[in-house]
Nanobody, 127 residues
Framework: QVQLVESGGGLVQPGGSLRLSCAASGFTLDYYGIGWFRQAPGKEREGVSYISSSDGRTYYANSVKGRFTISRDNAKTTVLLQMNNLKPEDTAVYYC????????????????????WGQGTQVTVSS
């Protein structure tokens, strides 16, 4: 079964950190750009970060630049999103999605045509 699985969400205080993981089942992440998205209640889905399939170029939404870091593990089986200095406005369900051969890299934050999506992991930032 082909799927993406996110993990690592949870409840954290403002200023804290979390690390989200995105793992593939049934296919390899090597040839996919991976995007992280989030959606808060009552808000539209937002592109958070992206890493390309070939050269590992990274992209970030302005709202998370300097606080979030996207990376692939050495075996390229998992994409990580390190989130530091978390703020209450970061509260959302976070999803990862797979973009074949980084086909949609120029519009990565829209996420409309990605092949696979995970089920999401909840991140709550609250004191």
């Amino acid at each position: 079964q082909v799927q993406l699985v996110e993990s690592g969400g949870g409840l954290v205080q403002p200023g804290g950190s979390l690390r989200l993981s995105c793992a593939a089942s049934g296919f390899t992440l090597d040839y996919y750009g991976i995007g992280w998205f989030r959606q808060a209640p009552g808000k539209e889905r937002e592109g958070v970060s992206y890493i390309s399939s070939s050269d590992g170029r990274t992209y970030y939404a302005n709202s998370v630049k300097g606080r979030f870091t996207i990376s692939r593990d050495n075996a390229k089986t998992t994409v990580l999103l390190q989130m530091n200095n978390l703020k209450p406005e970061d509260t959302a369900v976070y999803y990862c999605a797979a973009d074949p051969h980084s086909k949609y890299i120029s519009t990565w934050s829209k996420g409309a045509l990605y092949d696979y999506w995970g089920q999401g992991t909840q991140v709550t930032v609250s004191s």
